[in-house]
């Protein structure tokens, strides 16, 4: 699997909504679990959202409510639906498996502001 590349960043204001995608192939869909990830300056990428090849997914707290990571089959695509933006959230976000094999590849950065 080539490094992913996601897309749907920009710049909201706080209190809006950003969706996410990164296509993935499909056997690399069926085979892994798929996990959102967030890189911040000065900080370790910390893993915001994954969800497993049956279905289960997992949020960190502070994302829990807001953020939905799902998965269009039929398309071979990873979403992260973004709602109720904070500040917090801003950094740069990228897909991988869980855990993540592949090259980080071209993230997309999501700002928001106050």
């Known amino acids: 699997q080539a490094p992913l590349v996601a897309s749907g960043g920009g710049l909201v204001q706080a209190g809006g909504s950003l969706r996410l995608s990164c296509t993935v192939s499909r056997n690399a869909l069926a085979r892994y679990n798929m996990g959102w990830y967030r890189q911040t300056p000065g900080k370790q990428r910390v893993m915001v959202a994954s969800?497993?090849?049956?279905?289960?997914?997992d949020y960190i707290e502070s994302v829990k409510g807001r953020f939905t990571i799902s998965r269009d089959d039929a398309n071979a695509t990873v979403i992260l639906q973004m709602n109720q933006l904070k500040p917090e959230d801003t950094g740069v976000y990228h897909c991988?498996?869980?855990?993540?094999?592949w090259g980080w590849g071209q993230g997309t950065q999501v700002t928001v502001s106050s």
């Open positions: 991988n498996s869980v855990p993540p094999l």
């Open positions: 969800r497993g090849t049956r279905g289960r997914t």
